[in-house]
């Protein structure tokens, strides 16, 4: 009973302590948040420690766990050497690579045309026809949906406002005013979501409306999806910057960006609050501080913001895992990776790439603009168009803030679930990095984006997954195993490219790419060879260790 209440003073003691010091380290924090910086170009050649991690897409916060070396056997088996006409083909690549930076444009989209087949799913959609924003402009059938559609709207009747709307947005989806319209009658009758599926279609299908985007930005503003808002705003001004509204949605987009941080920042503190209870509630129930320690230093940490966070999980991850030092490696991946980064708009960030010695098709991002590329990402796409669609990917999660907000929702599951037996951290780390569906689905469409408004061609991430499909064998690499299915995947990338009329006749960078695949290649040659003759070297030692120990 005595040693009872001796806990309980105990705790009541750290409850104390902990809520003064989250109060203090709430009211020191203060917002900070800086725009239009040009993004640091920084590479990490170097590192203590010799473990790699190979079989995760994201790294996990705490450094618990240990590696598990053992390659799948289909990543263990050798490539399979190119076919004839693999041969030809990438020749007729280099080839027009070389026409299109040379700024022979025409010659080396016909080049790339003869190159490429055509996508096999897409043989029925059609590019978006020509915007109509007047009214006069639609046909007969079209002026009799749009007056129902008004009168419906003005006589406040639901289904006269939304079937007719419907179906002019279905029949002509190139009338502006039409998909607006439908936008706001399904927001006035309760279907917000499905309001913003029909926004995000048509500045699809149109991104150069100024009109329409603005409607998306208020509308995701209103349901409070500031980073969503802030993207749709800079994408316009990114895409159309002869435009003359162009600057305004720049303001917009950085405003939106503020009131996310915001946002994020209010989040954190209540989570703070929280992590300092699940901490005092662990100490009174097992007597171990670690989880009260571990829950404050979380709270620390995310208080950093989504820079802070990176930043620390990024440096437990370099300390974990050996880096390439090659410099020609890493300058060409940093190369393609501050070029995407760039485009992205998430200039506050500091944006480092790092290159790990495993042979997985693999990549991760951490909050921040940290990206890891495996070697074997490298060694086993076809062109600087491909691996740039991987970077491109994992750099849309950064930018869309997809990890930390799984950090921050994840946050106090992660420390509740330290208190449960056999689950430990582990489980709520997993949580924290399992991007849903929608997210992948985000960062497909903004890593296109951004591999077409870099100058690449735009079937760059949908190339990698055929890459990835032919790979699998048996066993799927560990980048595709972690994220939508591959032939469902590819049907979508294609059409996401065929709708929009995205460039896939632009710079595969073939030859160059060839070059760093047989540094990389090398590189992990002299690896495993080092690591064979330390590993033999060690096995001759042993019976001279275990004689000497019989002779003493």
């Known amino acids: 009973m005595k040693r009872q209440w001796k806990s309980l003073i105990l705790a009541f003691n750290w409850v104390l302590l ?55 056997e289909t990543e263990k088996a050798e490539e399979e050497k190119p076919t004839p006409e693999e041969i030809a083909r990438q020749k007729k690549l280099i080839e027009g690579d070389k026409l ?58 639901r289904t006269k406002a939304l079937v007719p709307l419907k179906l002019l947005v279905e029949k002509y989806p190139e009338f502006i005013q039409g998909n607006i319209l439908y936008a706001q009658a399904l927001k006035k009758y309760g279907q917000e979501e499905k309001a913003l599926e ?78 300092v209870i699940t901490g005092v509630v662990g100490y009174a129930a097992t007597g171990s501080l670690l989880g009260p320690f571990s829950a404050l230093d979380s709270t620390m940490m995310l208080l950093k913001g989504e820079k802070g966070v990176g930043r620390s999980v990024a440096k437990q991850a370099k300390k974990r895992m050996e880096l390439i030092e090659n410099k020609e490696v890493n300058a060409y991946i940093n190369e393609i990776g501050q070029k995407l980064a760039k485009i992205g708009g998430r ?81 709520g780390r997993i949580l924290t990095f399992d991007y849903s569906r929608d997210m992948e689905r985000q960062a497909d469409r903004l890593g296109t984006r951004l591999l077409t408004a870099s100058g690449y061609a735009a079937d760059g991430l949908r190339n990698l997954t055929v890459t990835m499909k032919k790979q699998q064998k048996n066993t799927p690499p560990a980048w595709l195993s972690t994220h939508p299915g591959g032939g469902e995947r590819v049907s979508y990338l294609e059409e996401l490219i065929t709708t929009n009329g995205y ?21 992990m040659k002299e690896r495993e060879e080092k690591e064979d003759e330390d590993k033999k070297d060690g096995e001759d030692k042993k019976p001279q260790e275990e004689k000497k120990q019989e002779d003493s």
């Open 18 to 72: 902990s809520l003064g010091t989250s109060v203090f380290i709430i009211l020191t924090q203060s917002p900070q948040i800086t725009l239009a910086k040009e993004p640091a170009v920084i590479i990490q050649t170097s590192s203590d420690e010799t473990t790699t991690d190979t079989d995760k897409k994201k790294p996990e916060i705490s450094t618990e766990e240990t590696t598990d070396k053992k390659k799948p």
């Open 100 to 157: 299109y930076q040379a700024g022979k444009i025409a010659e080396a989209q016909k080049i790339y045309r003869e190159a490429k087949d055509s996508f096999t799913n897409t043989s029925d959609i059609q590019p978006p026809k020509t915007a109509i924003v007047n009214p006069a402009e639609l046909s007969p059938a079209g002026k009799v949906y749009w007056r129902e559609a008004q009168a419906g709207m003005t006589s406040n009747l």
């Open 198 to 275: 029909i926004l995000e279609r048509a500045t699809s299908l149109y991104p150069n409306q100024a009109e329409l985007v603005k409607v998306r930005v208020d509308a995701l503003s209103e349901e409070k999806k500031w980073m969503q808002a802030s993207l749709a705003a800079r994408q316009f001004a990114m895409l159309n910057p002869e435009n003359a509204q162009a600057p305004e949605f720049t303001q917009l987009a950085d405003e939106k960006l503020k009131k996310y941080t915001s946002y994020i920042r209010r989040e954190t503190r209540g989570n703070a609050i929280a992590n």
């Open 347 to 427: 200039n506050e960030f500091e944006y480092e790439f790092f290159v790990i010695p495993d042979d997985s098709l693999n990549a991760f991002a951490l909050p921040g603009g940290k990206v890891f590329i495996h070697t074997g990402a490298i060694a086993k796409t076809n062109s600087e168009a491909e691996i740039a669609g991987l970077i491109g990917h994992e750099l849309s999660h950064v930018v869309l803030s997809h990890g930390f907000q799984l950090v921050t929702q994840g946050n106090l599951i992660a420390n509740v679930t330290q208190y449960i037996p056999y689950a430990g951290g582990t489980v």
């Open 503 to 523: 460039n896939r006749y632009a710079y595969e960078g073939v030859a160059k790419h060839q070059q760093i695949k047989d540094k990389v290649k090398q590189i």
